[in-house]
């Protein structure tokens, strides 16, 4: 974990050099993604990324199977009076989840503020290494971000909960686990969104995630009821 820790800050100030660089004639708000920002009508906005999070030791017992990195593609598009849609697909191969959202945007200065609210279908099935399991359900996102823009980067911190409407998963096609309507905690994510090269953006950022259901390890079959604190390192490219 330590050495995880001291890479993902020295890639975070290193990157600092390439908007040192490249930030003149910019406005690093109108090209950050997580940034809540004024979007045209119809305009739209891609991120591609990755992220890995370091899972509870008592939970997983297989690195190699329960470690792959989290794959991610987010779009927004601009609607009116400063609203957005928010769509996004996350991937480990063994797990996917689909989500939609929308946020209003309130910019003051150089602080913004957004209010959203999304909803997610995930699903997921394992056959190799003995496993016989599925997964399926969704799961509510309301969240709130507040993003501060510097003259040659933007910081963003995101708020949300995370409420399991319904979710079903089986073994060897026996029901092992259905809730509905659960409150599985909450997560913070802070991010440093930075011109790389000419429009394209950096975005790399820590998500710290306080849950009884993280859903990248449902195949880890935990039975604690009991909130996880999981790390999550994310870097991305702004489209």
Do not use: C
């Not at 849609?85 to 191969?93: M, P, T």
């Not at 409420?163 to 096609?173: E, F, N």
């Amino acid at each position: 974990m330590k050495i995880r820790t001291y890479f993902f800050i020295g890639f975070l100030l290193s990157a600092q050099l390439p908007g040192i660089i490249f930030a003149q004639g910019f406005d690093p708000a109108k090209e950050s993604f997580l940034y809540p920002q004024r979007m045209q009508q119809g305009s739209i906005k891609y991120l591609a990324g990755l992220a890995m999070a370091n899972l509870p030791e008592d939970v997983i017992e297989s690195d190699d199977l329960f470690r792959a990195p989290l794959f991610k593609f987010h779009t927004l598009y601009g609607l009116p009076k400063n609203f957005q849609l928010e769509g996004s697909v996350n991937s480990n191969i063994v797990t996917w989840q689909i989500a939609l959202g929308a946020k209003w945007n309130y910019v003051f200065d150089k602080f913004s503020f957004a209010i959203g609210y999304d909803v997610a279908y995930l699903f997921g099935r394992l056959k190799q290494f003995g496993f016989n399991s599925s997964i399926k359900g969704w799961m509510n996102y309301p969240n709130i971000t507040a993003g501060y823009k510097f003259s040659k980067f933007t910081v963003t911190a995101k708020g949300e909960l995370v409420i399991v409407t319904s979710l079903t998963q089986t073994a060897d096609d026996l029901e092992v686990r259905s809730d509905i309507n659960t409150f599985s905690g909450y997560a913070l994510t802070v991010v440093v969104e930075q011109p790389l090269w000419k429009e394209n953006f950096l975005l790399i950022g820590l998500k710290i995630n306080w849950v009884k259901f993280y859903y990248p390890q449902w195949a880890a079959f935990s039975t604690f009821d009991r909130l996880f604190f999981i790390p999550e390192f994310t870097v991305g490219f702004v489209l």
